[in-house]
């Protein structure tokens, strides 16, 4: 593994940590109260961590390496899509959060563990970017994406 690959999953499970331990202790309460800057509930933001950012966008780092296409992709696209899960899983559960937060993390984790920086500097046309993403680019976005909703949700709790 190479030292940036290195430092990225530190940083990565320094979130995911946080947001696992955020879930554990969250009230039912809180869970369901609507986080501002999303428009959808603590539990539905979470599962949208969990879910796109460690998953679809993992799906993304992986093609990138792979020297796969990325999708094209349009922010009206990823809003409907967006919306779409957020209705399908209004009524999430912290046990089914912390499952994927556990899975797709570790998942996300390992993958990077496994990146020299060839890996991490392999680059693709991002479409959301319009211009190419290197692999480092993409893993930066997921932890900051996550950071940022965090962020958000919390605001909504204090």
Do not use: Y
Not at 12 to 41: P, R
Not at 63 to 70: E, F, K, P, Q, Y
Not at 87 to 102: F, G, I, P, S, Y
Not at 115 to 128: I, N, P, R, V, Y
Request: hydrophobic fraction near 40%.
């Amino acid at each position: 593994m190479s030292q940036k690959a290195k430092e990225l999953v530190e940083r990565f499970n320094g979130l995911n940590n946080e947001l696992i331990s955020f879930v554990e202790k969250c009230s039912d309460e809180d869970w369901k109260k609507v986080v501002s800057g999303e428009g959808w509930t603590i539990g539905v933001v979470m599962r949208h961590i969990a879910g796109a950012h460690f998953g679809l966008l993992l799906d993304f780092a992986k093609d990138i390496v792979a020297g796969n296409t990325l999708p094209e992709m349009s922010m009206d696209q990823i809003d409907k899509m967006n919306a779409k899960h957020a209705q399908d899983h209004a009524n999430c559960t912290k046990d089914e959060v912390l499952n994927m937060l556990h899975k797709n993390g570790s998942s996300l984790a390992e993958f990077v563990n496994g990146l020299d920086d060839e890996g991490l500097a392999k680059t693709a046309h991002f479409s959301l970017a319009g211009s190419d993403i290197n692999t480092k680019q993409l893993i930066k976005i997921i932890i900051h994406g996550g950071t940022e909703h965090l962020t958000n949700i919390k605001a909504t709790v204090s």
